[in-house]
T-cell receptor
Framework: AQSVAQPEDQVNVAEGNPLTVKCTYS??????LFWYVQYPNRGLQFLLK??????LVKGSYGFEAEFNKSQTSFHLKKPSALVSDSALYFCAVRVRSGNTGKLIFGQGTTLQVKP | SQTIHQWPATLVQPVGSPLSLECTVE??????LYWYRQAAGRGLQLLFY??????ISSEVPQNLSASRPQDRQFILSSKKLLLSDSGFYLC????????????FGPGTRLLVL
């Protein structure tokens, strides 16, 4: 079965420290991987995606993610966390369905950045 | 640029009442459209998706239905709401392609009492 796992319900970091939010996937074929962020009572905002090419993908707000095929992981990273980065983060993998694609989401990881 | 609208933003409805949530997209043509439900602020469940006018695919059996009367309009409906229909409903769109990114609307918070 195709799936996405985010093993941590919550990640706590101090402002200015690097952050990592973990994601692993299980999918047949080449994966298309996405990260989204959600602030309270808001819709999801697209951060970045991996389709092919360079394993290190750069996205919005200084975030980046590293695709690791051997470990089937796509961890989200940022060199220096900000308090404003505190939010709910979702990893997703695209699976084909007929003539379109569907996203399968992980359960989300709450990032708490403390001053 | 493309924008996606959802309304209402918040809705409180009694059990057994009907429901109609609307989603519209501006600035693009022939989008794929999606309805998701998010329960308890966590995972998202895909409810319906549409690749064109009148074309609706249902992902899970449920008390809800969807319609796409126009190219950029997607409606989520119910004839009789259940308590379990409470949640945060998100609409999304994507450009058709093999690696399309989905872009989400602001969501509708539905509380069924």
């Amino acid at each position: 079965a195709q799936s996405v796992a985010q093993p941590e319900d919550q990640v706590n970091v101090a402002e200015g420290n690097p952050l990592t939010v973990k994601c692993t996937y299980s999918v047949s074929g080449n994966p298309y991987l996405f990260w989204y962020v959600q602030y309270p009572n808001r819709g999801l905002q697209f951060l970045l995606k991996y389709i092919t090419g360079d394993n290190l993908v750069k996205g919005s707000y200084g975030f980046e993610a590293e695709f690791n095929k051997s470990q089937t992981s796509f961890h989200l990273k940022k060199p220096s966390a900000l308090v404003s980065d505190s939010a709910l983060y979702f990893c997703a993998v695209r699976v084909r369905s007929g003539n379109t694609g569907k996203l399968i989401f992980g359960q989300g990881t709450t990032l708490q950045v403390k001053p | 640029s493309q924008t996606i609208h959802q309304w209402p933003a918040t809705l409180v409805q009694p059990v057994g009442s009907p429901l109609s949530l609307e989603c519209t997209v501006e600035g693009t043509s022939n989008p794929n459209l999606y309805w998701y439900r998010q329960a308890a602020g966590r995972g998202l469940q895909l409810l319906f998706y549409s690749v064109g006018i009148g074309q609706i695919s249902s992902e899970v059996p449920q008390n809800l239905s969807a319609s796409r009367p126009q190219d950029r309009q997607f409606i989520l409906s119910s004839k009789k709401l259940l308590l379990s229909d409470s949640g945060f409903y998100l609409c999304a769109w994507s450009v058709r392609g093999h690696a399309e990114t989905q872009y989400f609307g602001p969501g509708t918070r539905l509380l069924v009492l």
